[in-house]
């Protein structure tokens, strides 16, 4: 599916937008406010609403955009108790917690770097930029994107992958400092230092209490001694279980996400071949058909039941009894999802998408589209196109 580069740096909302790149850059506290700064529960939801409304108008998704909702987002988790926080994000934006962190990694990523690049970050495309600051990415790869960014280049996501590759410690390597690790000198040095001081003391008190007895080495102090050894061999072996256990929560983050991208592309493909839409019924091809030709205008039963030649009694009861549906029903299907591929794939605003699938009312369209996916088609498609990075050839 082809698509404008417009498209892929706009985020499709019916508000007005102001522009990224002439805005100032604005002076933000280096440390988000807390839960303490705010006397009362009224003055913590002005403050959301504030953050909320600031996060609404960056919606348009440039690099600057996400690391400005990023820190709003970043601000109300630290305002908000966690169930709290979700429920914000869910009525604010329709955005899941898996949406909003992306956000807020990216903030925290360059909220320590911004003052050196500014507005230079609006040169990161957005697949890069979220590369750049996944958890798992080395600060060393962000620091040499800056300076790239200084020299005036445009950070694409091929130069961001490399810049990752090249400062990513394989596996091959770690798993060799790992058992480097594990036959360190340095580590049994220290064990034995932290189990001889105590035994020292020990002799100390033995000596004084037995007339300078001489200390000597008991059954009872090589077993500490073995114990302690295996204590700290089990905690190298649980610190390297908790890496890769944190490994895996980010593999199956990715994973997640490209299952998502996925999922995307199969709606989309519903949405727009006809065959998906329409059930396969040789009978009804007349009717489909004419649905499909002329869906994007105010048709109405009457207007399919003359094209093919039928009454409109005798029309309906022959859909409904051959699909379970009525003719209604399948224009307004077929409008709605005509309406999901347009917000999905485009910026124009939800009235213009009404009237391009044949609603002269976009009242009627707005009812209509809950009545089907239970919410707005605002929040449907900041759901459903939220961190869709997508590189469309």
Known sequence: MKTNNNELTAFPIEVKIIPTQSEQIIDQASVPKSKLDFKTKEEKQQHLAILAEDTRRRLKRSAMDIYYIGLNLLEAQNITEHDEFIAWLRQEFGMEKTSAYKFIHVAKAFESKFPKIGNLINNITLTALYKLTAPSSPEAARDEAIDILKAGEVLTPDVAKNLIKKYRIPKTVKKQQYKASLNSPQRYTNQLEASVLPI????HIEQTTSNFMPLSSTPQQDELQKLITERDTYKVQLEALQIKNEELKLYIAEFCSELTVLQTDAEIIKFTDPKLVFQSDPQMSQVFSFIEANFHQPITLLDVAQAIGYSRAYLTNLVRCRTGKTVQNWIIWRRMNAACFLLLETSEG???IAAKVGYQ??????RQFRQHYGTTPHA?????????TRTLA
């Open 361 to 366: 009312c976009a009242v009627n369209f707005f």
């Open 380 to 388: 449907w498609r900041i759901k459903n196109r939220t961190l869709h």
């Open 350 to 352: 939800v009235e213009e």
């Open 200 to 203: 020292t003391k020990v002799g």
